[in-house]
């Protein structure tokens, strides 16, 4: 695997891979266990992902890890997986400040429980001034929402005379996201066989390059990031214009 790494980092690594995880779920069914055991599987997941993303090169990791949509799961799930980043980051953050890893979190914050908030905040404020790889927790997400309060906030500032209309471009907008401060995904991969994008940072995977597969995300190994990888660097990306061989 070393060897594979080493071509892999000499090939262009994408700085910006986003993992819609999917699958946890039907992973934990097909053991006839109760679903949360399937995130708790997932969990540990992240953790290896994370490292291997970390030692190739990546500069940014971003992963869906609740969406808005998900608060119509049964409540205790729901409260399960709000308890996840408690553990997850009590257990991995003295490895993450080690690693030079540095923790963010993109989404809305309003709903989520003081407990979720204080473990995502304990992270971010332990790791700030690490210069590693960025790991970005899309948690209460949504693309459309965060959309629309761009929007809002483009309008707000264009009443308030901060912003004029005929300024406004797509790199303008752009920094009233919540990714303002990082570069669109390079490499979008979604676990589980659903190939659907499903509310996940829309304006921000335009010009990206997607990457499926039916492995469920608590099967997903170190081999199958550098499969996506090596997918991403046979292909030819022209952002909509030509190859000068065309």
């Known amino acids: 695997m070393e060897e594979r790494i080493k071509v892999i980092q000499n090939n262009g690594v994408p700085a910006h891979i986003a993992i819609i995880m999917d699958g946890n779920g039907r992973w934990a069914k097909k053991r006839a266990l109760p679903r949360v055991a399937g995130h708790h599987e997932g969990m540990k997941v992240v953790r290896k992902i994370t490292r291997l993303a ?11 890890a609740f969406s808005t949509e998900n ?9 399960y997986l709000m308890k996840l980043p408690e553990e997850f980051l009590g257990t991995f953050l003295p490895e993450l400040v080690d690693e030079n890893v540095k923790v963010q979190m993109i989404g809305d914050r309003t709903n989520l429980p003081s407990h979720t908030i204080a473990a995502i905040d304990k992270a971010i404020h332990d790791t700030k001034n690490n210069t590693g790889i960025i790991l970005n927790f899309a948690l209460n997400y949504g693309s459309r929402a965060e959309i629309l309060h761009a929007v809002q906030h483009v309008l707000k500032d264009i009443n308030n005379g901060i912003l004029k209309e ?4 797509e790199q303008l907008f752009s920094n009233y996201l919540m990714t303002h401060d990082l570069p669109d995904p390079d490499l979008l991969i979604r676990t589980s066989g659903e190939i659907r994008l499903s509310n996940f940072m829309l304006w921000q995977l335009a010009y990206t390059e997607f990457w499926f597969t039916n492995v469920l995300w608590p099967d ?11 997918a991403f660097q046979s292909r030819s990306r022209r952002f909509g214009g030509l190859q000068s061989e065309e």
């Open 220 to 230: 997903f190994k170190e081999v199958h990031l550098l499969e996506a990888i090596e």
């Open 166 to 169: 005929e300024d406004l471009s």
């Open 71 to 79: 608060w119509k799961r049964p409540k205790s799930e729901v409260d």
């Open 54 to 64: 970390n030692k190739l090169g990546v500069k940014v990791l971003t992963l869906y």
